[in-house]
């Protein structure tokens, strides 16, 4: 068994890729079920963000589990293997359990130490784990990850302050128009990235911000965490007659098509009414045809990089402490991944035991009659499970223990010839 992760992030794609390999998470169910129909794929979890898609797999088989995910891969978003090849990362066993805490912590995302991540990597564990794809090996590593990101945020300072891709691109917009209050601006969509767009508008006084959103609740629900901003609140159906009178706008909706392109602000827009637009979506939400207007200028996620850049060089040394952190926890992964080695033999031990004690407790039972037996049956039964158990105790905790490989192998190697356990494994074979 090993290991790997398979995908492209901000790092090795643009966003006009990464949006075609963006799985949405009504689709992932049927995602998780189709990579576990692959013969070598063992256990699948998918972390899909508006940054990154990756593939932990556990397979039999290294060299065709990749292939069968980037067939995958391929298929999905309808790019041709030779295309796509040039934008994945594949990582094996320590290096992809190096890679999840990384991503865990906040240390592999494009606005180094940002905090979105570590509930993403969660909610990724919990639908793994509901559609049937994370088994004991992945369940263990994801758990050891959100340890680590837990961690990196409480030990180390990297989470102070840390901006967010929202304050990003509010940041972005500021050095655009300098003064955030003298303009209307439009926010599409109502979710936790539109939350925080709010938050640092409000923070850097903008005062004129609408919010538009399908779901109605939504939209109050976010307003009522903001009672002393006069957020005005609209249907996603206004969204070209608000467009048409707001100088700024941010999508952040989880809309698989464009909301907006250049036909639809053509038709509502005045000639000389300049707007700005700016797309944290992945996939995104405004068209690229849109820069083909002269009085629209659109920004998405991948032009954030040059205001990131600015807040990452005082990260650095705060993440060299994470790492030493994250060292820590992929240390503990790896010693229990080394103790599976021992399960088989614990296994064979086990049953070995489990069949002497039945054997003997047959006889004995049938030496005491069968109306003594019937009455004192669920004692003895018990006597003789608890006798077995506190004699298999302490060989079982020694071996799985032991962190020295050839030690443990040659413990295990002395538990099968003392109680013959390889014919047991052969008697079980045929």
Not at 205 to 216: K, Y
Not at 387 to 402: E, G, S
């Amino acid at each position: 068994m090993n290991i790997a992760v398979i995908g492209l992030s901000h790092k090795t794609a643009p966003v006009e890729v990464r949006e075609k390999l963006s799985i949405p998470e009504a689709q992932m169910e049927s995602a998780i079920a189709h990579l576990c129909s692959y013969p070598h794929i063992q256990e699948v979890a998918i972390l899909s963000t508006c940054n990154r898609l990756e593939i932990y797999i556990v397979t039999s088989e290294t060299e065709q589990g990749i292939r069968e995910v980037t067939q995958f891969l391929s298929e999905s978003s309808k790019l041709p293997l030779n295309a796509l090849r040039q934008h994945l990362f594949m990582l094996l066993h320590q290096d992809a359990v190096m890679h999840l805490m990384r991503v865990a912590a906040g240390l592999d995302s494009l606005v180094l130490g940002e905090g979105q991540i570590l509930a993403q990597v969660k909610h990724t564990h919990k639908l793994g784990q509901q559609y049937s794809g994370i088994g004991s090996i992945l369940n263990r590593l994801f758990k050891q990850a959100l340890t680590a990101g837990k961690r990196v945020r409480t030990e180390t300072s990297i989470g102070t302050g840390a901006v967010s891709i929202s304050s990003a691109a509010v940041e972005l917009a500021q050095m655009k128009v300098q003064n955030l209050a003298a303009y209307r601006i439009a926010i599409l969509g109502a979710g936790k990235m539109s939350r925080l767009l709010v938050q640092h508008l409000l923070a850097k006084g903008a005062v004129q911000i609408s919010i538009l959103n399908r779901s109605p609740r939504r939209a109050e629900e976010l307003a009522s965490q903001f009672p002393d901003a006069d957020l005005q609140l609209y249907p996603l159906s206004d969204m070209m007659a608000v467009i048409a009178t707001s100088d700024l706008a941010f999508t952040s909706t989880a809309s698989t098509e464009p909301l907006l392109n250049r036909s639809k602000l053509e038709s509502c827009l005045e000639v000389h009414r300049d707007l700005m637009l700016f797309d944290i979506s992945v996939p995104r939400n405004v068209d690229a045809d849109v820069n083909e207007l002269e009085n629209v200028q659109a920004f998405n996620v991948d032009d954030l990089k040059a205001v990131v850049a600015q807040n990452q060089e005082s990260r650095r040394k705060m993440a060299q402490e994470a790492e030493a952190l994250l060292e820590e926890e992929v240390e503990g992964f790896d010693v229990w991944w080394r103790s599976l080695e021992t399960v088989p033999t614990i296994s064979c031990l086990r049953d070995k035991m489990e069949t002497i004690r039945a054997q003997e407790l047959e006889k004995a039972l049938s030496r005491l009659g069968s109306e003594f037996a019937e009455r004192h049956q669920e004692v003895i039964e018990a006597l003789t499970r608890g006798i077995v158990n506190k004699i298999l105790h302490d060989p079982m905790v020694q071996l799985r223990a032991q962190q020295d490989i050839e030690a443990r192998r040659k413990a295990m190697q002395a538990l099968q010839m003392l109680f013959n356990l390889d014919s047991i494994s052969a008697n079980q074979n045929t």
